[in-house]
């Protein structure tokens, strides 16, 4: 019954910024685990950021001191701040929430272009 709906994806210029968020629905929110995973063609599903539900972060190192994982529980929303945006980061973006399942967003089309 979970649903995740995500936005932010698009095109822009290396150097730039995006801004991805992904608000969730059929889930007690507040107590989840939130990620953002990334596949780009040809290449594995990689986690890039998470965040748990006490507020705590974890990146991937090549991401670090460029991408930042937030969530407004209120909301029911987690983004993801892009800064800096390098062509080796144009993906497909998926957003995923754990329960007793692991659920994911539909995945959004993030393309940087040098």
């Known amino acids: 019954q979970v649903q995740l709906v995500e936005s932010g994806g698009g095109l822009v210029q290396a150097g730039g910024s995006l801004r991805l968020s992904c608000a969730a629905s059929?889930?007690?929110?507040?107590?989840?685990?939130l990620s953002w995973y990334r596949q780009a063609p040809g290449k594995q599903r990689e986690l890039v950021a998470l965040i748990t539900s006490g507020g705590g972060t974890n990146y991937a190192d090549f991401v670090k001191g460029r991408f930042a994982i937030s969530r407004d529980n209120a909301k029911k929303t987690v983004f993801l701040q892009m800064t800096n945006l390098k062509p080796e980061d144009t993906a497909v973006y998926y957003c995923?929430?754990?329960?007793?399942?692991?659920?994911w967003g539909q995945g959004t089309q993030v393309t940087v272009s040098s």
């Open positions: 059929g889930s007690n929110f507040n107590a989840n685990t």
């Open positions: 995923s929430i754990s329960t007793i399942r692991q659920y």
